[in-house]
C-alpha cells in the first residue's frame, strides 16, 4: 500500500526508494523549535572551481569535515544527516535538516540508492562530506517523478552521526519463533536495541528510545536461559531497560508509567531510586518521594542532583502543606455561615487551590484534603471542570482519596 508523505515537510530516501510507491498528504506538522544538534550548516553554495576537487569517478568525495574510527562496515546501521541536490537547484530535493530528524538505515539492504550506500561505506564517525553521484548510481534513467528527473546526477551533503555493526539484528530476523525465546542467541540483537535506544535518547527522539526499550522487555519477558547466569544476565539487561525507560516516561511527563516501570525494576541503582522519585513528585507525593531520593542519596552519597531534587521535593512539600493549613484555616470562619454564603466563600477557596495548581509547573497530580466539607468537595470539582482539570479518586487500602489531574497526566 502506497505510503501517505508530506511534501511540505520533506521527502525522505526511504520514501522515494519504496516499491509501494507514495502519496502526498498535506498538513501535518513537525516541532519547529527542536533545537539543532549539529553545528555543521548544511546550506551551502558551491562554486565551479570548488567542485572540481572532485575525482573523477561515477562517485565523487569531497571531504569538509574529518571524522574518527573506522570506517562504517557494508552491514551497518548508520545514524545521519543530509540533504540532497540536483545540479543548478539551491532548495534540496530531500533534507532530514528541513524535516528536523536524524534518519537510520541499513547498509547493503535496498534502503538507500546505491551511490549513497557506497558512499556511507567510505566514512568514518563525525565526517561531513559531499558525494556528486552519477545517474547510473542514482535515479537512473527514468528519474523519480516529481523531484528528480531523469538522468540527473545528484549532489549529497551527509553529516555521519554514528555507526554500528548490524550483525546481531540480521541474526535475529533469520532465527526461527522459538530460537527468538534463547537468551543466549538474542543477547547480541539485545544489546545493540539498548545502544540504539540510547542514541534516540541522547537525540532528543524519546518516543522512539521509548518502543526501543519496550521492544527490548517484550524480548526479553519470553526468554529461556541454559543455566543462572544467563537468567542473571538477562534480569540485569531487563533492569537497565525498565530504568532507561523510566528516564523517558519522565522526560515525556508521563510520572504514573515512570513509577510502574521504576517497580519493575529488580536490580534497582542510585538512577532507578532518582527516577522513581522525580516521577513522584510529578504526582504530588512528596513524602514518598523524598523517601526514594533518600535510598538513592544512600547509595550515591554526595550526588548533587540527587541533593538538588531533594531540595525540589521538601520545597513542595512544604508549599502544599502552607497551602492546605490556608485552605483549613478558611474554612473554619465559613463553616457558622448560611448556606448561600458558604457556598460562595467555599467557591472563592475551590478556585484558589485549583489555581495554585494549574499554575505549579513541578507537578501533574495533587491530592485533595481528606475530610473535607462535601459543599467544598462539590465547588473542586466545578472549579476543576472550569479550568480543565479532571479529578479522579484512589481507593487504597479501603481509603478512598480524591486528585486533581492536569489534562496531559499519564
Known amino acids: 500500500m502506497a505510503k501517505y508523505v508530506d511534501p511540505v515537510s520533506g521527502i525522505s530516501?526511504?520514501?522515494?526508494?519504496?516499491?509501494?510507491?507514495?502519496?502526498?498528504?498535506?498538513?501535518s506538522e513537525f516541532d519547529a523549535n527542536e533545537e539543532a544538534r549539529l553545528q555543521f550548516d548544511p546550506n551551502m553554495n558551491f562554486v565551479e572551481?570548488?567542485?572540481?576537487?572532485?575525482?573523477?569517478?561515477?562517485?565523487k568525495k569531497l571531504v569538509l569535515q574529518k571524522g574518527v574510527g573506522e570506517i562504517v562496515p557494508s552491514n551497518a546501521q548508520v545514524t545521519i544527516k543530509y540533504s540532497g541536490y540536483l545540479e543548478g537547484q539551491d532548495n534540496p530535493f530531500d533534507s532530514s535538516y528541513q524535516r528536523h530528524s536524524v534518519d537510520r538505515y541499513r547498509l547493503s539492504r535496498g534502503e538507500l540508492i546505491s551511490g549513497l550506500d557506497f558512499s556511507l561505506q567510505s566514512m568514518r564517525k563525525n565526517e561531513v562530506s559531499i558525494f556528486l553521484i552519477d545517474p547510473t548510481l542514482a535515479y537512473?534513467?527514468?528519474g523519480c517523478w516529481p523531484n528528480i528527473p531523469g538522468n540527473s546526477e545528484v549532489m549529497f551533503i551527509v553529516h555521519l552521526l554514528n555507526h554500528a555493526e548490524t550483525i546481531a539484528a540480521a541474526d535475529y530476523e533469520s532465527l526461527e519463533p522459538e530460537e527468538r525465546k534463547i537468551f543466549s542467541k538474542i543477547e547480541k540483537f539485545i544489546e545493540n536495541l539498548l545502544a540504539v535506544g540510547a542514541e534516540n535518547y541522547k537525540n532528543k527522539q524519546?518516543?522512539?528510545?521509548?518502543?526501543?526499550?519496550?521492544?527490548?522487555?517484550?524480548r526479553l519477558e519470553e526468554c529461556k536461559f541454559n543455566d543462572d547466569e544467563e537468567e542473571e544476565r538477562c534480569n540485569l539487561l531487563r533492569s537497565r531497560s525498565y530504568q532507561n525507560l523510566a528516564l523517558c516516561y519522565n522526560k515525556e511527563d508521563m510520572p504514573r508509567k515512570a513509577c510502574i516501570?521504576?517497580?519493575?525494576?529488580?536490580?534497582k541503582t542510585a538512577k532507578t531510586y532518582f527516577h522513581h522519585g522525580r516521577a513522584l513528585i510529578k504526582m504530588g507525593q512528596y513524602e514518598e518521594a523524598l523517601e526514594k531520593l533518600n535510598l538513592a542519596l544512600e547509595m550515591s552519597p554526595r550526588n548533587e542532583e540527587i541533593m538538588k531534587e531533594i531540595g525540589i521535593a521538601d520545597k513542595l512539600q512544604r508549599k502544599s502543606l502552607k497551602i492546605e493549613k490556608d485552605m483549613w484555616s478558611n474554612c473554619l470562619g465559613v463553616e457558622k455561615l448560611k448556606i448561600e454564603t458558604k457556598n460562595e466563600e467555599y467557591k472563592k477557596i475551590a478556585t484558589e487551590f485549583c489555581n495554585n495548581f494549574v499554575n505549579n509547573k513541578d507537578v501533574m497530580r495533587q491530592?485533595?484534603?481528606?475530610?473535607?466539607?462535601?459543599l467544598l468537595k462539590e465547588a473542586m470539582k466545578k472549579a476543576a471542570l472550569l479550568l480543565g482539570i479532571k479529578i479522579s479518586s484512589v481507593n487504597k487500602f479501603g481509603k478512598e482519596s480524591f486528585y486533581l489531574e492536569k489534562s496531559n497526566y499519564q
Open 13 to 27: 530516501l526511504r520514501d522515494l526508494m519504496s516499491d509501494d510507491g507514495m502519496m502526498f498528504n498535506f498538513g
Open 49 to 59: 572551481d570548488e567542485l572540481l576537487k572532485f575525482i573523477d569517478l561515477e562517485i
Open 140 to 142: 537512473g534513467e527514468i
Open 206 to 218: 524519546t518516543k522512539k528510545a521509548i518502543r526501543d526499550y519496550i521492544r527490548v522487555i517484550d
Open 261 to 267: 516501570a521504576c517497580n519493575n525494576v529488580t536490580n
Open 367 to 374: 491530592p485533595l484534603p481528606d475530610g473535607v466539607d462535601p
